[in-house]
């Protein structure tokens, strides 16, 4: 992404107006976003079979985009600043399938969401500025994602689109966790991927108007002749029914198809870096983490590694056995649980959350590799005890699953 590229491409006047919106955009980023996406499925019903209705409910999504057009807003005249959004948010468009034609309807919409929220303040000056800001940025996702679908469809045992997958094995891993080992129905090769990184599920659910697709962490180490997902079924108390995770636990069987679209996503180990390595993860934020564990044990037997898990209690707690098992064979792995309301009998490190002084007694120094992944409070008291503990940010490695919100 070349910082000329983009510079040329727009003239100082469209820069200095686009700037000078941000505080507006910040003042009215999901109010804007809110009415982007009435408009959008209002005038498109058709991309309701792409875009998470769940996190729409939730408002996780308007607050995602909120957060990506403010970003690009600020540095429309060095997008390469924030490559790093970039990269992330079109990881997650090449493994849903978005197409560069559909750039332009959501510009359409945005623009009209913009005027409609900002009225009398969306002068005809900011409008055109935006207009040709919003090209710019199209132009640098959609390059980006086009590399990735080159780059996805040449590798060995790659696929763009999505590919048919039977479930070979259902196994329940605790009482709301359950994993589902997949198998290519076309009997082909399976593609190398990063521990770390998710896979897109296509779900048809009869009774249900439109498609639907949801993202999933692989929980196993590449490699292997299956993909493995452990989904968490998610219930619905204070938000919405997981539509998905529902139908995967009660109604998807050994034997039954899913589509799948090939693995993608920028959180994966760095298995070149042999610093101590820490993996902290929070209920089902372990799936990622687990696939991590299991790949360092594989690739890098002499680095030390500090595994910590929180969840609720023992009930919740999935692939406990498969944990202890790799513990005891490799003596490079410490574990470490703690429960936040543990049953009677249950046995854990620690009880409670995790604090900056009980963390300190499980890791041997601030000088560690962090990765780590959970629900968005457990990610956020993390962070801050990590910026405690004087971790450079460089070694601190996170996911959401969702839209990306900043911590």
């Not at 969306?122 to 710019?136: G, N, Q």
């Not at 094995?169 to 076309?186: G, H, N």
Request: negative net charge; charged residues 20%; contains cysteine.
């Amino acid at each position: 992404m070349s910082h000329n590229e983009v510079k040329t491409s727009l003239d100082p006047k469209t820069i200095e107006t686009v700037k000078a919106t941000v505080p507006v955009l910040a003042e009215h980023g999901e109010a804007i976003t809110k009415r982007f996406y009435q408009l959008l499925f209002q005038n498109h019903p058709e991309l309701k079979n792409i875009f998470n209705q769940t996190n729409q409910k939730r408002g996780r999504q308007p607050r995602a985009l909120a957060n990506t057009v403010y970003a690009a807003a600020q540095h429309i005249d060095q997008l390469e600043e924030i490559e790093p959004v970039i990269i992330q948010v079109a990881h997650k468009h090449r493994s849903l399938n978005i197409k560069p034609e559909q750039y332009p309807i959501v510009g359409e919409n945005l623009l009209f969401a913009i005027k409609d929220t900002l009225g009398d303040q969306a002068t005809d000056d900011i409008m055109s500025a935006w207009e040709k800001a919003y090209k710019v940025i199209a132009e640098v996702f959609i390059k980006v994602e086009q590399e990735m679908y080159h780059e996805v469809s040449h590798q060995t045992g790659g696929w763009t689109g999505f590919r048919n997958f039977k479930v070979t094995r259902k196994v329940q891993e605790s009482d709301v966790i359950t994993s589902f080992y997949l198998k290519p129905e076309d009997h082909g090769l399976l593609p190398a991927f990063n521990p770390g990184q998710y896979i897109t599920v296509k779900a048809e659910i009869p009774g249900e108007p439109y498609t639907h697709l949801r993202q999933y962490s692989l929980s196993d180490a590449p490699g292997q002749d299956h993909f493995r997902i452990s989904v968490k079924r998610e219930d619905s108390v204070g938000h919405p029914e997981g539509v998905v995770s529902n139908f995967l636990h009660k109604q998807v069987e050994e034997g039954d198809v899913l589509p799948v679209s090939a693995p993608g996503g920028d959180f994966h180990l760095d298995t070149e870096n042999d610093k101590p390595l820490v993996l902290i993860s929070g209920g089902v934020g372990q799936t990622p983490i687990h696939s991590m564990l299991k790949t360092v044990v594989k690739k890098q037997p002499n680095r030390p590694v500090y595994y910590i898990h929180a969840a609720t209690n023992d009930d919740v707690h999935a692939l406990k056995q498969e944990v202890q098992h790799i513990a005891a064979e490799s003596s490079q792995v410490k574990t470490f649980t703690c429960y936040s309301q543990p049953n009677k009998g249950d046995q854990s490190d620690y009880v409670g959350y995790i604090t900056l002084d009980w963390l300190k007694e499980c890791i041997p120094s601030s000088d560690c590799e962090f990765y780590f992944c959970g629900p968005e409070g457990f990610m956020n008291h993390l962070k801050s005890v990590l910026y405690e503990l004087n971790v450079p940010s460089q070694q601190i490695h996170y996911e959401f699953f969702g839209p990306h919100v900043d911590l």
